[in-house]
């Protein structure tokens, strides 16, 4: 019987996955299982893969012809596991000595659907702890009762799927990642799971290790797949209730605030069609929300928005 799936999405980790892999086989169990989907790369990313067969036992590579993108190469990952849990690790990410094991430890004893951790962010040769923003630690908690408050950083403001373990059994189809989004796909995925999962808790486990600046990533590139964070985005305020609009909203403002701060990335043309779809989107919202969550950013952040108040 497999206890844990750890899923590994990667495209074009020829220069990252050797060492995602070297840190999976130090935490391998007979009762684990790896499962690397190449997401059609054009790399060396499949045969470096094939070379770990024989240290980690229980490991599968899959590979797509075509590229799918992050979403639904985690869900077919999903589709694949046979584990009681499942975990999630990015190719250019690695882990710790005994964090698997952790992980399973923590589920469970606590018993729960789902368990979030802290991780490491990593750039260069700086290391700094993230913790998950909850309030309580090593309790069972209502999912929903982490969203609010509005005005402060909260469990849905933590999306990264890879700060976890899940059970799958409980969660099912909650765990698959909305289809087509190339990026912001955490970002429905863990507003669904906190509005519909039963019971959750955070620990005080920080083995993952989060590498940051790697040049392909879609943080730092500036294409037409950043208009999927407004997809995303479609998507919560689809699923919101009502209650939970007000943080939605000033999310939505604060991050939005963000990426045409940085939008030096996108080109002439790109920047324009972000602005678009982001006067659309808040055209869409209640003014005063609106109004509400453009007043709680910072001043260097409202200048961005402000513009759009006058549209809105």
């Known amino acids: ?42 790399d060396d990313t499949g045969a470096i893969t094939d070379e770990f067969r024989k240290e980690l036992p229980g ?21 694949l596991a046979s584990g009681k849990y499942v975990t999630f690790l990015d190719a250019d990410d690695w882990i710790g000595r005994g964090y698997l094991a952790a992980l399973v430890g923590a ?14 962010q990593v750039n260069g040769l700086k290391r700094e702890t993230h913790r998950a923003p909850a309030g309580r630690r090593g309790v069972v908690l209502d999912p929903r009762e982490a969203i609010l408050p509005a005005g402060a950083k909260t469990m849905v403001d933590y999306p990264y799927a890879w700060a976890g373990v899940y059970r799958r059994e409980t969660l099912g189809d909650l765990l698959t990642f909305p289809s087509g989004l190339h990026t912001a ?3 429905p995925w863990i507003w669904r799971l906190h509005q519909r999962a039963r019971s959750f808790a955070a620990v005080s486990i920080s083995g993952v290790f989060y590498r940051r600046g790697v040049p392909q990533s879609l943080t730092q590139i500036g294409d037409e797949r950043q208009l999927h964070f407004f997809d995303a985005f479609d998507l919560i305020f689809e699923e919101v209730e009502e ?13 939005l605030a963000h990426h045409l701060a940085t939008g030096e990335r996108f080109t002439p043309e790109m920047l324009a069609r972000f602005e678009a779809r982001g006067a659309d989107r808040v055209r869409r919202l209640p003014e005063p929300l609106v109004r509400e969550s453009v007043e709680a950013l910072e001043p260097e952040q409202r200048v961005h928005l402000t513009r759009f108040l006058e549209v809105s």
């Open 243 to 255: 209650r939970f609009l007000p943080k939605a909203a000033r999310t939505f403002c604060a991050l």
């Open 107 to 120: 589920i469970d004893g606590l018993g729960c659907d789902f368990v979030r951790v802290d991780h490491v």
């Open 185 to 187: 796909e955490d970002r």
């Open 59 to 79: 490991l599968h590579l899959i590979r797509n012809q075509v590229p799918v993108g992050l979403a639904d190469a985690r869900n077919v990952g999903l589709k």
């Open 1 to 42: 019987m497999i206890t844990l799936s750890v899923i590994v999405p990667v495209r074009d980790g020829a220069a990252y996955i050797a060492d995602a892999l070297t840190s999976l086989v130090r935490n391998r169990r007979p009762d684990f299982e790896v499962i690397v989907v190449d997401d059609g790369s054009a």
